[in-house]
């Protein structure tokens, strides 16, 4: 019987050690992120036969399971009929969610006709050269510099890295930006993963930069190396109130922080058109492609 667990922050090397097997380049294989959003996707975990598994519940929807991770060679061969067997059993089909190109065309090679896979483009990470991030060049980001320029003629700012000086006075100032906000179910979920990711800053051995503008924080980003050549922004907050912060944010942070990779992942844009425009007017250097997998029971048909 397998028994799915609560995830915790002493699983941390763990998932570590699953996750750091190869190099990854989507944002979901970041224990940070599994941590952070844990409660909202109630997220729980197994081992079986040697290959961590991840279950969502999303909302109470139907369960779903991130393509199983091993530390040498996937064997999807067996584990993932022993996983849908496990989902069947509870009247549920077996959903793949966030499998990568590599791993779609590994599990078809493995399980040939059992997995019907579709692209899931509003799961689709946006990777960018962090070169252009920071140095903004040429006029794709002409109007990016623009936002920049007007912003340090307008407001006298300075930049600090995130630390134990200024963590909690982060975590008031998004508490309040989140009071003044409609949004249901969504709020609260963010408003419980940055607390999670500020109030475990150090546990998780993440990086963060901070704005400030008259000496009160008007901006915060945090994020760590998915890989040894990419890094991922798990958050990113500005006031708006101040036209340009968060184009300053993303290219301060960038600079201080993210100058030793050669690329960035800022994530997914869950399928709203105003992040989607925004993600795209950075002018990505590739898309980290994402599945969602269909698997089918014998009898069932695709």
């Given at each position: 019987?397998i028994?799915?667990?609560?995830?915790e922050?002493?699983d941390?090397?763990?998932?570590?050690?699953?996750?750091?097997?190869?190099?990854?380049?989507?944002?979901?294989?970041?224990?940070?992120?599994?941590?952070i959003?844990?409660l909202?996707y109630r997220?729980?975990?197994?081992?079986?036969?040697?290959?961590?598994?991840?279950?969502e519940n999303?909302?109470?929807?139907?369960?779903s399971?991130?393509?199983?991770?091993s530390?040498?060679?996937?064997?999807?061969?067996?584990?993932?009929?022993i996983?849908?067997d496990?989902?069947?059993?509870?009247?549920?089909?077996?959903?793949?969610?966030?499998v990568?190109?590599k791993?779609k065309?590994?599990?078809?090679?493995?399980?040939?006709?059992?997995?019907?896979?579709?692209?899931?483009?509003?799961n689709?990470?946006?990777?960018?050269?962090?070169?252009?991030?920071?140095?903004?060049?040429?006029?794709?980001?002409?109007?990016?510099?623009n936002?920049?320029?007007?912003f340090?003629?307008?407001?006298?700012?300075?930049?600090?890295?995130?630390?134990?000086?200024?963590?909690?006075?982060?975590?008031?100032?998004?508490?309040?930006?989140?009071?003044?906000?409609?949004g249901g179910?969504?709020?609260?979920e963010?408003?419980?993963?940055i607390?999670?990711?500020?109030n475990?800053?150090?546990?998780?051995n993440?990086?963060?930069?901070?704005?400030?503008?008259?000496g009160?924080?008007?901006?915060?980003?945090?994020?760590e190396?998915?890989?040894?050549?990419?890094?991922?922004?798990?958050?990113e907050?500005?006031?708006?109130?101040?036209?340009?912060?968060?184009?300053?944010?993303?290219?301060?942070?960038?600079?201080?922080?993210?100058?030793?990779?050669?690329?960035?992942?800022?994530e997914e844009?869950?399928?709203?058109?105003?992040?989607?425009?925004a993600k795209?007017?950075?002018?990505?250097?590739?898309?980290?492609?994402?599945?969602?997998g269909?698997?089918?029971?014998e009898?069932?048909?695709?």
């Amino acid at each position: 019987m397998i028994a799915f667990k609560d995830i915790e922050l002493s699983d941390k090397p763990l998932f570590d050690s699953y996750f750091q097997a190869k190099a990854f380049e989507n944002s979901e294989f970041s224990f940070t992120n599994i941590f952070i959003w844990r409660l909202a996707y109630r997220f729980k975990y197994a081992i079986i036969e040697g290959h961590l598994c991840i279950i969502e519940n999303f909302r109470d929807l139907y369960p779903s399971i991130f393509p199983p991770l091993s530390l040498k060679t996937a064997d999807y061969a067996t584990v993932l009929p022993i996983l849908a067997d496990y989902i069947h059993r509870q009247a549920y089909p077996l959903i793949l969610k966030s499998v990568t190109e590599k791993q779609k065309q590994e599990i078809e090679s493995a399980l040939p006709n059992k997995v019907l896979f579709r692209e899931d483009r509003n799961n689709n990470d946006y990777v960018y050269l962090s070169q252009d991030l920071i140095e903004l060049k040429g006029k794709n980001f002409r109007q990016k510099r623009n936002h920049i320029n007007k912003f340090m003629k307008s407001y006298p700012f300075e930049y600090e890295e995130m630390s134990d000086s200024n963590l909690q006075e982060c975590l008031k100032t998004e508490l309040k930006w989140i009071s003044d906000r409609d949004g249901g179910k969504s709020v609260l979920e963010e408003k419980q993963a940055i607390g999670e990711i500020i109030n475990n800053f150090h546990k998780l051995n993440i990086i963060g930069g901070v704005i400030r503008i008259n000496g009160i924080v008007q901006a915060f980003s945090i994020g760590e190396k998915l890989n040894p050549d990419m890094a991922v922004i798990h958050i990113e907050k500005a006031n708006t109130e101040y036209d340009g912060s968060f184009t300053v944010i993303n290219q301060t942070f960038a600079s201080k922080a993210w100058s030793d990779v050669t690329y960035i992942n800022r994530e997914e844009d869950m399928g709203i058109a105003g992040l989607r425009k925004a993600k795209l007017s950075y002018n990505p250097v590739k898309m980290v492609k994402k599945y969602t997998g269909f698997y089918s029971m014998e009898g069932e048909k695709l």
